[in-house]
């Protein structure tokens, strides 16, 4: 069974540039949830997403966006980059039927913006 | 607002010895689920354990093992034994029953296992 798969793994972007980081979750799942990792903040929740709709969201600025398709794939967005949002971007699956379940997590993609 | 907290920010042992994590976590809610995760040097999130709230028995598999106790909100993880191949970063994570799949993470701890 395939896992969570994040593409790309490594990105480079400017200030002021836009990004969009992908997100294939495990077949069957259908909510999948984004953390940012950063050594000064640590794990910190972005968003959930289940049967494309937001069901919780952290407290990240309206720069940072998440859509999810009818596949369950999703996608985040972050706009108008700042060097503060260099971070590791996490994904997650989890199993649609319940809540609070474990979470399978990608390897990640790997932002530093310059 | 739910919190967790790992006071230990890095242990170093030497292998065979046992080492342990302890996790503290805050939260009004009476319904929760806690967990441990492993990140490896790769970067994914390894997932090692869920337990809720109403279920305080400890549990052991294999050389991992953890000890829940709902008086002193701990949810404490030690490796018996330690290996090499156990170094990594741990973190202990709390859900509530009302936040669907979102995970509050501690800050960490990193283990490091020396031959």
């Known amino acids: 069974k395939a896992g969570v798969t994040q593409t790309p793994r490594y990105l480079i972007k400017t200030r002021g540039q836009q990004v969009t980081l992908s997100c294939s979750p495990i077949s069957g799942h259908r909510s999948v949830s984004w953390y940012q990792q950063t050594p000064g903040q640590g794990l910190q929740f972005l968003f959930e997403y289940f049967s494309e709709t937001q069901r919780n969201k952290g407290n990240f600025p309206g720069r940072f966006s998440g859509r999810q398709f009818s596949n369950s794939r999703s996608e985040m967005n972050v706009s108008t980059l700042e060097l503060g949002d260099s971070a590791l971007y996490l994904c997650?699956?989890?199993?649609?039927?319940?809540?609070?379940?474990?979470?399978?997590f990608g390897q990640g993609t790997r932002l530093t913006v310059v | 607002a739910q919190k967790v907290t790992q006071a230990q920010t890095e242990i170093s042992v030497v292998e065979k010895e046992d080492v342990t994590l302890d996790c503290v976590y805050e939260?009004?809610?009476?319904?929760?689920?806690l967990f441990w995760y492993k990140q490896p040097p790769s970067g994914e999130l390894v997932f090692l354990i869920r337990r809720n709230s109403f279920d305080e028995q400890n549990e052991i598999s294999g050389r991992y093992s953890w000890n829940f106790q709902k008086s002193t909100s701990s949810f404490n993880f030690t490796i018996t034994a330690s290996q090499v191949v156990d170094s990594a970063v741990y973190f202990c994570a709390l859900s509530i029953e009302a936040a669907g799949n979102k995970l509050t993470f501690g800050g960490g701890t990193r283990v490091l296992v020396k031959p």
């Open positions: 939260t009004r809610d009476t319904t929760y689920y």
């Open positions: 997650a699956s989890s199993l649609a039927s319940e809540t609070n379940t474990e979470a399978f």
